[in-house]
Each structure stands twice: as C-alpha cells, then as structure tokens.
C-alpha cells in the first residue's frame, strides 16, 4: 500500500478485502486453498480497471461476488473474475467470496 505513488491513468488501487473460503496466493496470482485459523485474510493492494464484455478473458476464472459484510444477500455489491487453477465449482461449493469488512 505504501509503495503506490499516485494514482494509475486508468482503473484503482483497491485495498481493504478480505476474501471468506480461501486466500489469496500472492506468488501465483490465483486463489488458492484456505489455511486452517485464517478465516478471513486480507488481499494485497489490488489494481482493477473496466474492460469491456468482449475483451475480457474469463477462461480459468471464478466469478467470486464482493459483499458488504458476512451476511449474504442484500450486501452484494458486485463480482471480481479472479484467477484459479482449479474449476469454478470448487470456489462455488466452498462459498468465497470477497468481503469488505470482516
């Protein structure tokens, strides 16, 4: 976070999530299987920009929606495409999701 100078031309620094069901493998850059005790860990600084429908790639990637809080439902806010390795449905039957407080 304090390596971040000023902001980009184009997209944001987001910083703050914590993501519930799994982490966040920094070397990969892809989710990956949770730790045991860490039942929340927090994301790196995050850089996001719109791409629009028929550009993005979404081969090899999880759907992951953004909550407010833990509660589910009325705190969504909007979905991530995250990298995996591993299909869809394992991040879908395991319930990640990325949080903004947890």
């Given at each position: 976070?304090?390596?971040?100078?000023g902001a980009p031309r184009e997209g944001a620094y987001v910083h703050g999530l914590f993501m519930e069901g799994?982490?966040?493998?920094?070397?990969?850059?892809?989710?990956?299987?949770a730790?045991?005790?860490?039942?929340a860990p927090s994301l790196p600084v995050?850089?996001?920009?719109?791409?629009?429908?028929?550009?993005?790639d979404i081969r090899?990637?999880?759907?992951c929606p953004v909550?407010?809080?833990?509660?589910?439902?009325?705190t969504y806010v909007w979905t991530f495409n995250l990298?995996?390795?591993e299909k869809p449905a394992r991040w879908v039957l395991g319930g990640v999701a990325l949080l903004l407080q947890a």
């Open positions: 976070k304090e390596d971040m100078a799994a982490r966040w493998d920094i070397q990969s850059g892809m989710i990956a299987e730790r045991l005790k860490e039942l995050l850089f996001i920009k719109a791409i629009p429908v028929d550009r993005q090899n990637s999880y759907a909550y407010k809080t833990k509660e589910r439902g009325p990298k995996t390795k």
